[in-house]
């Protein structure tokens, strides 16, 4: 073997695969699926994997979509945007799936966005939260299932708002999330309460926090509360620091998503009580359909559901039924049917707005608690609030649509 | 700010330095005595905190489990260490230099999958330091005592060290091993001996650093890669080789961390590197480093000759095949040949600066991002038209090379991989921050090729054209005078200034060079993507192509774009086929890497040779 030999051989195998393409026949409906199950947001996708598998299975077993099975190609964009857009490009043109869906960071959703604006193919973003997907740079073929940072910083301001804290200082990752989490919330915050001051801002980089020197940061400042929008590995490592130097006795907390027990969980007893939270409190949720979802969903996996799964089991079932509506897997119909397309989740209706692309689905907003039986930081009083209640109007839309 | 602020805030900037300073210690030992860029030196601090974690929550000694189970992790991932250096790099050591790196490359990807399967992907909390969960009041603020204990435990190993390397015969040969271990083999000392003793020293320090911080911070399936480029920065900033000089670094980039966060806190992702890029632009060695001694340098090892590695007849059959081929391919496949030439390119441009100029760069990601970022600047912000911008961009890669090039021509070897990467790290933090210019990390969308070529087809022949063009002007520029005085310069730097070479000038040209061609990988791979953004400047990105040539064949200049060609096509099948595809890429790297210890195409200049 040398090397004249194996030149030619990529350029063969290139070649053999060309022609070994399957034809694409009147099989089943395949749906692409990016997300990244490795790197930074590989902690939180296998759950949502899992309710996706899940909810693909049901309806398989109903006979599928329209006389028809469904098949989800899973694809690791790796955590980055030019990996998604690879894969985006090769289930497309290779695979030719309806649709693309999934995502979990922001600008990956973003990237798979605007290649799907460019190639006219659409993409169910589930999980990415920048208002910037269905907003500023929004387009005809993107549609977003999760309530956005925007909806989820208001929703904490309006009750953060009637409280009495006047020193505020924040802390979260140095990305546009976590800037973005604070400016939505400061800015509503200010306006319910023209007397709020912002005593310190900490941005330490996402997945590096030095947690000592961050919490001596705060301690420094001397806020009487303290917006959060770390998470994950930042966020425990964060917790157990602030515990130990009496941060939490000192300080009130706001944590945007750290209800969510992807976030919560990990903590176990050690999580902080009496913050203010937008999360998941599926255990205190009565609808006999939500309830039958996590029953399903713990048979599956022998794992209790985080809002990934629920994110992930609505994206689906609202891709179902897109598809249905649409009588068509062509990519026009189907944008057509999205729009003011209902569907029925086990957390009640939802719809995706006409306009924007954005969905209702709403998130719990209450206060933390350590569930001493269960042995995890809990939700308590809270309270479900749906997108329609803090998204923009079509006129607001339009003109981040424009200025964006 | 108060007297006690800053005291509390030193003493968490000195806890941080501590643990800094174990993992960059055990780095420093094995790269001053066996001359490996361990990469996988993060993995081995992950492995630790993981094996902790679960030895404290199964051991059935309650409260002492976890101190159990430190010196156990410490011991286990030792002997982790002990297998690796014996069954694999053992093998390599007498391939080019650097070729071990890719070694452990391939396990960093190894690894990471292996803890993934083993523990899963969630985050986990480990147990608190039993005894030592609490904090105590100093000046009035608490302070977690565990942390107290900590910043103990540092100059304690630190002290151990120094122990060992003034008192005991071993110690005394591992110094002298660093300092020439030619030298030291010629006197009968078997090298072998001291290289896995210092590799199982190493390991066990990057345990115990991992190990320690299990109360301190969560598990994460990302910890290796999140730790080991500080740990690098470290290193070198104390000078490679050195352990107080791994120790002073360390205390100093903790305590500028620390007070960074509480001064300027929008700097945290750029703090530590602008730290490296002034230290290593005064001292060229790091603070307590030495001089490379010149003579035994890279050049002799890497023995890159002009060849090509390749008959000329069949660098115009492929040509041929990659003009006629694509339109029969599907379009993906056509997308997927895009960027192997991009990749091409890419590598091709490292070559003529690792190959001919003996310069490694570890932050060539650089160049590749101002390209793209250039190419997407000059359309939004410029109102340039597409051909315009994507003529543009390189240049203007070039011009940010030239001034980066003036500051790291002056290093060499590691000091010069490590400043790039500085300055790579420095460019990634403006473009992730600047959010009015660059639309920060959300980056900037709609890169689009103009109408007239964006059919997948069409854009391919332009990236053929722009890259293929680019490898043969790459390879013109590397076997004309210009490349062979390069070469000259890299192989005795002295010899050559002798015979009236500048040889600087020479360096930061090709430095020139090589961002030029970069950028134009970078800008044609922005128009395939239609987006870009800041992790176009990571270090992943730089690593990729160092991985692409050193796989090719560093020692012949096809050796580049071959590498691209096999590392993009293993990496897109095995993405498309596993989830696991870490694993499957490391596990072929690593066969790879064994059975074509100079690189593929190796066994073609290798036959030529005999």
Redesign the interface.
């Known amino acids: 073997?040398?090397?004249?030999r194996?030149?030619?051989l990529?350029?063969l195998?290139?070649?053999v695969?060309?022609v070994a393409?399957p034809a694409a026949a009147q099989g089943p409906i395949k749906i692409g699926e990016i997300n990244s199950?490795?790197?930074?947001g590989?902690?939180f996708?296998?759950p949502y994997r899992a309710a996706v598998e899940m909810a693909v299975e049901e309806i398989n077993a109903k006979g599928g979509v329209l006389g028809r099975k469904v098949e989800v190609l899973?694809?690791?964009d790796?955590g980055?945007?030019?990996?998604a857009?690879?894969?985006a490009?090769?289930l497309v043109?290779?695979e030719k799936v309806a649709l693309v869906s999934g995502t979990f960071l922001?600008?990956v959703g973003?990237?798979v966005?605007?290649?799907a604006?460019?190639n006219k193919t659409l993409f169910v973003a589930a999980e990415p939260l920048?208002e910037?997907i269905t907003w500023s740079?929004g387009h005809d073929y993107v549609f977003r299932v999760r309530p956005n940072t925007y909806e989820q910083g208001r929703m904490l301001a309006e009750k953060a708002g009637k409280m009495k804290y006047v020193k505020w200082a924040t802390i979260g990752p140095?990305?546009?999330y976590g800037k973005r989490a604070w400016e939505t919330f400061r800015e509503r915050l200010k306006e319910l309460k023209p007397g709020v001051q912002v005593v310190?801002?900490?941005?330490?980089?996402l997945?590096?926090i030095?947690?000592?020197?961050?919490?001596?940061?705060i301690?420094?400042a001397n806020p009487d509360a303290l917006y959060v929008s770390l998470f994950?590995?930042d966020w425990?490592?964060f917790v157990?620091?602030a515990g130990?130097?009496?941060l939490f006795q000192k300080t009130f907390v706001v944590g945007i998503l750290l209800g969510e027990p992807e976030y919560i969980d990990?903590?176990?007893t050690?999580a902080p009580e009496g913050m203010l939270v937008t999360g998941y409190p599926w255990y205190d949720l009565q609808q006999p359909a939500h309830k039958e979802f996590v029953a399903r969903f713990t048979k599956k996996t022998d794992k209790t559901p985080v809002l990934g799964s629920l994110v992930g089991y609505v994206t689906y079932l609202s891709i179902f039924e897109a598809i249905k509506k649409a009588g068509s897997t062509d990519t026009e119909k189907l944008v057509a049917a999205f729009r003011d397309l209902k569907v029925e989740t086990p957390i009640g209706p939802i719809s995706y707005r006409a306009f924007d692309g954005q969905s209702t689905m709403g998130a719990w907003v209450g206060m933390t608690k350590v569930d001493a039986k269960r042995g995890v930081g809990i939700m308590v009083n809270h309270e479900y609030i749906s997108g329609e209640r803090v998204l923009p109007s079509p006129d607001e839309v339009k003109k981040m649509r424009s200025g964006g | 700010?108060t007297l006690p602020?800053v005291f509390?805030?030193l003493?968490?900037?000195l806890?941080?330095a501590m643990v800094l300073f174990l993992i960059a210690s055990g780095l420093s030992l094995i790269f001053g005595v066996t001359r490996v860029v361990n990469f996988a030196h993060g993995s081995l601090y992950m492995l630790a905190a993981y094996v902790t974690y679960t030895l404290s929550n199964t051991l059935p000694l309650g409260a002492a489990s976890f101190y159990v189970a430190v010196p156990l992790a410490c011991l286990g991932v030792g002997l982790v260490g002990f297998l690796v250096e014996v069954i694999l790099l053992r093998r390599v050591y007498k391939s080019p230099e650097l070729y071990q790196l890719l070694l452990t490359f391939a396990l960093v990807l190894i690894v990471?999958?292996l803890v993934?399967l083993g523990w899963?992907?969630?985050?986990?909390?480990g147990p608190?330091a039993p005894g030592l969960?609490?904090?105590v009041p100093i000046f009035g603020?608490?302070?977690?005592t565990y942390?107290l204990v900590l910043i103990a435990v540092g100059p304690l190993v630190a002290l151990g060290l120094s122990w060992l390397f003034s008192r005991t015969r071993w110690g005394v040969l591992i110094r002298a091993a660093t300092l020439d271990r030619e030298m030291v083999a010629a006197l009968g000392v078997d090298p072998r001996y001291l290289f896995t003793t210092v590799f199982v020293l190493g390991a066990a320090l990057a345990g115990l650093g991992g190990a320690l911080q299990v109360?301190?911070?969560?598990?994460?399936?990302?910890?290796d890669t999140?730790i080991i480029t500080?740990a690098f920065v470290v290193v070198v900033v104390g000078g490679m080789g050195s352990v107080p000089g791994a120790l002073l670094a360390a205390i100093l980039i903790g305590v500028i961390?620390?007070f960074g966060?509480?001064v300027l806190?929008?700097a945290?992702?750029v703090t530590t590197f602008v730290v490296m890029a002034v230290v290593l632009i005064v001292r060229p060695w790091g603070l307590l480093g030495r001089p490379e001694s010149q003579g035994r340098g890279a050049g002799a090892t890497i023995a890159v000759t002009a060849q090509r590695?390749?008959?000329p007849y069949?660098t115009w059959?492929?040509l041929a095949?990659?003009v006629a081929?694509p339109p029969?391919?599907?379009?993906?496949?056509v997308?997927?040949?895009v960027?192997i030439l991009v990749f091409a390119l890419f590598a091709a441009s490292l070559h003529l600066l690792m190959g001919a100029g003996g310069m490694v760069s570890f932050g060539h990601a650089a160049a590749f991002g101002l390209g793209a970022y250039g190419a997407a600047l000059a359309m939004k912000l410029a109102g340039l038209s597409m051909p315009v911008a994507f003529v543009v961009a390189p240049f203007a890669a070039a011009l940010c090379a030239l001034v980066i090039g003036f500051f790291c021509v002056r290093l060499s070897s590691i000091y010069f991989a490590m400043l790039t990467l500085a300055f790579a790290q420095i460019a990634y933090a403006i473009v992730?921050?600047w959010?009015a210019v660059t639309g920060?990390?959300?980056?900037l969308?709609?890169i689009?090729p103009a109408p007239w070529l964006a059919t997948?087809i069409r854009y391919y022949y332009l990236a053929l054209a722009a890259c293929a063009g680019g490898i043969a002007l790459l390879d013109r520029i590397g076997t004309a005078p210009f490349g062979l005085v390069l070469r000259a310069a890299r192989d005795h730097a002295r010899r050559a200034e002798t015979v009236g070479v500048n040889v600087r000038l020479h360096q930061w040209l090709a430095f020139v060079i090589a961002g030029f061609f970069g950028g134009l990988a970078g800008a044609t791979?922005v128009f395939l993507?239609?987006?870009a953004?800041p992790?176009?400047f990571s270090v992943a990105r730089s690593v990729e192509p160092l991985v692409m040539v050193l796989l090719g064949g560093v020692q012949a200049f096809?050796g580049a774009p071959?590498g691209a060609?096999?590392y993009t096509?293993l990496d897109?099948v095995a993405?498309?086929y596993t989830?696991y595809?870490?694993l499957v890429l490391g596990v072929i790297l690593v066969t790879l890497v064994l059975a074509f210890p100079r690189g593929?195409?190796g066994?073609?200049t290798d036959?030529r040779r005999d």
Not at chain 1, 80 to 83: F, G
Not at chain 2, 141 to 144: I, K, S, V
């Open positions: 073997m040398n090397v004249t194996v030149l030619p990529f350029v195998a290139l070649v695969a060309a393409q199950f490795s790197g930074i590989a902690p996708t296998g899973f694809r690791d790796k980055q945007p030019a990996e857009v690879k894969h490009q090769e043109a290779g922001s600008n973003l990237a966005s605007d290649w604006k460019q920048t910037a740079k140095n990305y546009e310190g801002e900490q941005w330490p980089t997945g590096k030095d947690p000592s020197a961050e919490v001596g940061a301690l420094a994950g590995s425990l490592a157990r620091e130990k130097r009496g990990p903590l176990k050690e | 700010m602020i509390v805030q003493l968490s900037g806890a941080h990471s999958d993934k899963g992907a969630e985050n986990k909390t608190s969960a609490g904090a603020r608490l302070f977690p942390d109360p301190r911070q969560s598990l994460t399936i990302v910890m999140a500080e961390q620390a966060v509480l806190p929008n945290s992702l590695g390749l008959p069949w059959v492929l095949a990659l081929a029969l391919l599907p379009t993906f496949y997308s997927v040949l960027e992730h921050q959010y920060g990390d959300n980056g969308l709609g689009w997948p791979f993507k239609g987006s953004f992790e176009y096809a071959l060609a096999v096509l897109t993405t498309k989830e595809w870490q593929i195409l066994i073609v036959r």
